[in-house]
């Protein structure tokens, strides 16, 4: 009876042929980077590389020229508090020119020569917002966008204490070709604000703080 029953059990399950077996990607080997055009900013490159199936292929790819650490950019989450008042995440709106309009994001900015992530995160926060505060927890290293380039971030949130006297008059110390708004978010409606911003000031949030917002709305709940 109970091989009649594997052999029932057996002519039920779905044969699985080698195409659909689930693929286990091993890597794959990058042979050489040319130089196709550099600015002061950027470097234009093709790669040729071998997949793992020994195939060999060529991609394009964009890389930061004046970045001297492993580390490119940092983004900034900036928890401001204030006694008696609900928590806020500050956020900035400024023109893109690649997209063309305005763009919603946390305060971020590029790693200096010498400076590590936690450096980088409380300068740029100064010279974005005017606001000084404390680092409660830096994310690893993280990619942008892979498939176009080998950009690396972490994610520094930063608490901002409010009524400290150092942070009751804030003032913005911009670049020359800066010009950075700031908006102040309540932390419980920040879902519902990025979407009300998008549509009143015709901005594109960015995904990071999209994400960020979603993931906060989903586990909050």
Not at 158 to 169: F, K, S, T
Not at 193 to 209: E, G, N, W, Y
Request: charge should be negative.
């Amino acid at each position: 009876r109970s091989r009649l029953r594997r052999l029932q059990i057996m002519e039920h399950e779905p044969t699985i042929t080698k195409q659909e077996r689930p693929i286990v990607v091993t890597g794959g080997t990058r042979n050489h980077k040319q130089v196709l055009h550099e600015t002061k900013w950027l470097r234009f490159c093709q790669l040729d590389y071998t997949d793992q199936y020994g195939t060999q292929r060529k991609r394009d790819m964009v890389e930061r020229a004046n970045v001297t650490t492993d580390l490119d950019c940092i983004d900034v989450i900036p928890i401001l508090k204030r006694k008696n008042q609900e928590d806020v995440v500050i956020l900035e709106l400024q023109y893109r020119p690649p997209m063309d309009c305005l763009s919603l994001e946390f305060p971020s900015g590029l790693v200096d020569p010498g400076e590590d992530a936690e450096k980088a995160a409380l300068r740029e926060l100064f010279e974005e917002t005017g606001y000084t505060g404390v680092v409660k927890s830096i994310t690893p290293a993280m990619s942008l966008e892979p498939g176009l380039s080998n950009e690396k971030t972490k994610v520094v949130i930063v608490e901002i204490d409010g009524n400290m006297e150092i942070n009751q008059n804030p003032k913005q110390h911009l670049e020359g070709s800066e010009c950075i708004e700031l908006v102040f978010v309540p932390v419980s409606a920040m879902l519902s604000r990025i979407h009300d911003l998008a549509a009143t000031r015709k901005c594109v949030p960015d995904a990071k703080l999209y994400t960020f917002a979603l993931a906060q709305q989903m586990f909050s709940k």
